[in-house]
Nanobody
Framework: QVQLVESGGGLVQAGGSLRLSCAVS????????MGWFRQTPGKEREFVAG????????LYTDSVKGRFTISRDNAKNTLYLQMNSLKPDDTAVYYCAARNINVVITTTNYDDWGQGTQVTVSS
């Protein structure tokens, strides 16, 4: 059974930092891309960042470029999102997701999803 479990969310003041983690288990694909998405009430889930298997290809939405860094440790089956210089607009539930192939995309066509972790940035 595939499981993606996010952790690391919480409440932080504007300008602060958080690091999200996503532990992956049960996947059988040999190499696969992963991504982070976020969602606020009443809005569609939006792409934040994505990464290929070896980390050679990363994508970011414009609003987080220069502030967020996506990375992964395949030996630990873990995906990370380092978030610096956080803003109130970054407040959302953050989800990690995995594809069955090693191609990073910015749409929600990912095959497996975590349950999400809340990130709240106070002003």
């Amino acid at each position: 059974q595939v499981q993606l479990v996010e952790s690391g969310g919480g409440l932080v003041q504007a300008g602060g930092s958080l690091r999200l983690s996503c532990a992956v288990s049960g996947r059988t694909s040999s190499r696969y891309a992963m991504g982070w998405f976020r969602q606020t009430p009443g809005k569609e889930r939006e792409f934040v960042a994505g990464i290929s298997w070896f980390g050679s290809n990363t994508l970011y939405t414009d609003s987080v470029k220069g502030r967020f860094t996506i990375s992964r440790d395949n030996a630990k089956n873990t995906l990370y999102l380092q978030m610096n210089s956080l803003k109130p607009d970054d407040t959302a539930v953050y989800y990690c997701a995995a594809r069955n192939i090693n191609v990073v995309i910015t749409t929600t066509n990912y095959d497996d999803w975590g349950q999400g972790t809340q990130v709240t940035v106070s002003s």
